[in-house]
């Protein structure tokens, strides 16, 4: 089993950054690619960004791009989400997970999750 354990998020006014992070915990991750995920209430739950094990390959959402980083440090098994330019559209639980497939967007692509972290952007 793994367990995934989200922390970083709060509330924060538009234009802010917030750094979310995922601690892995339990058997081993190696070669999944990780993945964050955000739910706005009344919202289906929309991919944000993936990052491949090695950490050279990302894939993220267009809403997204240019303005948040995903990356990841295997030796703390832990995944990052640095959002800046934080708008307030953004505000949603964000939630990791593991892909064992790949830097897929597709919530069925993802085996383990995390139970979230809120984010709240005020105008």
């Known amino acids: 089993q793994v367990q995934l354990v989200e922390s970083g998020g709060g509330l924060v006014q538009a234009g802010g950054s917030l750094r979310l992070s995922c601690a892995a915990s339990?058997?081993?991750?190696?070669?999944?690619?990780m993945g964050w995920f955000r739910q706005a209430p009344g919202k289906e739950r929309e991919f944000v960004a993936a990052?491949?094990?090695?950490?050279?390959?990302?894939n993220y959402a267009a809403s997204v791009k240019g303005r948040f980083t995903i990356s990841r440090n295997n030796t703390k098994n832990t995944t990052y989400l640095q959002m800046n330019s934080l708008k307030p559209e953004d505000t949603a639980v964000y939630y990791c997970?593991?892909?064992?497939?790949?830097?897929?967007?597709?919530?069925?692509?993802?085996?383990?999750w995390g139970q979230g972290t809120q984010v709240t952007v005020s105008s």
């Open positions: 990052v491949s094990w090695g950490a050279g390959n990302t």
């Open positions: 339990g058997r081993t991750l190696r070669s999944y690619a």
């Open positions: 997970a593991s892909n064992p497939r790949g830097l897929g967007s597709r919530r069925y692509e993802y085996d383990y």
